[in-house]
């Protein structure tokens, strides 16, 4: 599985803009630069081994290629995403932000937001041209935050080291996807990358910020997660295909992950409306059309 980009949204060449409900997102990263506006929150965010508490109403950047990963904290958290690009500002150089947050050097956020909310009138009207004016407020806007926000320019070595670390991440990912139904260990991976453990599992915990184990015990969660909403199989079964060893590990999983028992879970799964419904193993997440976008839109502000 391509963790680079789960779906895509793109209608021009280079720019993404869509509404999105999140319950989780495991580690990802694509090569376009991503803002995030919360638009009901809160987010649980975590990037560079750092865990985030994101609030409605706040601001988030990242620069391409940076691993990160969502979850819902009490529940479903929606947001704007605007992916973009870096061929459609056309530098010289590479640039990479050194904060994720453009709120702490900026000192009103909201000539960004209203930015954002032109970008987005023009994206979902679909009015004759509008091309022109989406790639012109998206020029703008990232011209805003990358001359208030600290910034360096991503040299020939960062940016090789950068592409090592996501093809092995990107490899790890799929390791565990074509694996995690049987008995999975590192240490096959490792030999399969010629590594050393004691080099994959600290990568492992940098790159994912959790342990080996942990991620597939994930990964296995989110399956059954899937599988519950697919299917009326029978929980044993759900348990026996996700990869868990017997019923009581595959409880433990779900009340760590979720606070709640498999048949809790069950119980409280309710398939929203009016919206595309992305559910796999790495993200359970609602994406809508431009009808919808415009009523959400409608009940924005600054």
Not at 107 to 124: H, N
Not at 219 to 239: G, Y
Not at 283 to 292: A, I, M, N, T
Request: charge should be negative; glycine fraction near 2%; proline fraction near 4%.
């Amino acid at each position: 599985m391509n963790e680079l980009e789960i779906i895509r949204h793109k209608r021009i060449d280079g720019l993404s803009l869509f509404f999105d409900t999140v319950d989780y997102r495991t580690p990802h990263f694509h090569p376009e630069w991503e803002i995030l506006w919360i638009v009901d929150g809160p987010l649980s965010l975590t990037c560079d081994q750092q865990h985030y508490r994101v609030e409605t109403g706040e601001l988030v950047l990242f620069s391409p290629n940076r691993p990160h990963e969502f979850h819902k904290i009490d529940k479903s958290c929606t947001f704007l995403c605007l992916q973009a690009s870096p061929a459609l500002f056309r530098l010289d150089r590479s640039l990479a932000a050194d904060s994720l947050f453009p709120a702490r050097f900026l000192p009103d956020t909201r000539p960004v937001k209203q930015r954002l909310l032109a970008l987005c009138e023009a994206y979902f009207a679909r009015r004759e041209l509008y091309e022109f004016a989406c790639v012109g407020e998206t020029c703008l806007l990232f011209g805003e935050l990358l001359s208030a926000m600290p910034t360096h320019v991503v040299s020939r070595d960062e940016q090789e080291r950068l592409e090592r670390r996501n093809r092995r991440l990107l490899a790890l990912i799929r390791f565990v996807d074509e694996n995690y139904m049987h008995k999975i260990r590192l240490s096959d991976f490792a030999e399969a990358e010629s590594c050393s453990m004691h080099y994959l599992s600290h990568f492992v915990k940098d790159a994912l910020n959790q342990s080996f184990q942990e991620y597939v015990c994930s990964v296995r969660v989110n399956c059954a997660c899937k599988l519950m909403a697919d299917s009326e199989k029978k929980l044993l079964d759900i348990c026996e295909e996700s990869g868990f060893s017997d019923y009581r590990y595959f409880s433990q999983a779900f009340k760590r992950q979720f606070g709640l028992t498999p048949e809790q879970y069950r119980g409280l799964l309710v398939k929203p409306e009016n919206a595309v419904i992305h559910h796999s193993l790495h993200s359970l997440e609602r994406f809508y059309d431009d009808e919808q976008s415009k009523v959400i839109l409608s009940k924005l502000s600054v």
